[in-house]
């Protein structure tokens, strides 16, 4: 009779041995919850593809923000649907724009207790639904685009914003906008890059949330990226840093671990996770089914993006995931 030399499960026998041994401890200070803000409602709408996110209104928004502050989120990353939209997006830079008005709303209530983080993309405000000027032959412009973007960062940071997160994967977006906050006195604004975006179909329910459809069907994989590839994203987050990158991102999180851990070995910036959309949904349909459960699910997606080595996890969940570690962990 043999017997295993090796007794590994000694460790894992009571809940305070196995706490004493966890390698990696989920925080309330991780999370950034994303929030929506939408110009002309007077009560907030539910998206029912992300259930439990609303579209908010301005008041909505800061009591949302409220609870979230409440429950020890640090953090929130704000996204706008304007009212109108245009070819170019104006409403990211109007200082009247939904997410200018809501920045400024947040920090007169919250000063420097909230970190507020922008979105700054134009898709939420084009009327095509692309991420930029779009060319005759349906192509996305770059560099047209990026001077749409200094425009953003401007005006995001003239409301207020701690941070900038360009979004929309146009290449030399982070030194671009970095020239213009610093020329427009905004030295001390962050720049959060979502140095690794893939065009992902992750991203359906946000669309949703945002109002947002891409003109005759198209897609953005002219300017996203392939999700076949994994060394490309060194290339992206190391031009973003080189560029002015504050932190860096990898968007979607679940099903790109292997991009997390190969960013976090890369790069000594803090490094960000983006639990999209989709990532979210599917949680929520299942759990709706009695197939799993949600809430622990959900605790597990996000604890394996820290352990894959994101120091900062974006996710719909941020606000529950923060009550929940705050009452009896996870
Ligand atoms: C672009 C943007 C998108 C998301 C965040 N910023 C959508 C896209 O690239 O099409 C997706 C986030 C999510 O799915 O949760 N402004």
Known sequence: MSFPQRRLRRLRRTPSLRRMVAETALRPDDLIAPLFVREGIDQ???VPSLPGVEQHTLDSLLAEAERTVAAGVPAVVLFGVPAHKDPEGSGAWDPEGIVQRAVRALRSEFGDDLVVICDLCVDEYTDHGHCGIVRSDGSVDNDATLVLYQRAAAAQAEAGADVVAPSGMMDGQVAAIR???????FGDVAILAYAAKYASALYGPFRDAVDVSIAGGGDRKGYQQD???VRESLEEVRADVAEGADLVMVKPA????????????AVDLPLAAYHV???YAMVHAAAER???DGDAVMAEHVTAIKRAGAD???TYAARQLAEQLN????
């Open 327 to 330: 009452s009896n962990g996870l």
């Open 179 to 185: 020239t213009a906050l610093d020329d427009g006195g």
């Open 277 to 279: 959309s989709g990532e």
């Open 227 to 229: 999700p076949r590839n």
């Open 44 to 46: 907030p709408v539910a």
């Open 290 to 292: 009695g197939w799993i």
């Open 254 to 265: 679940l099903a790109y671990l292997d991009v997390v851990a190969a960013v976090r070995a």
């Open 312 to 314: 900062l996890i974006l």
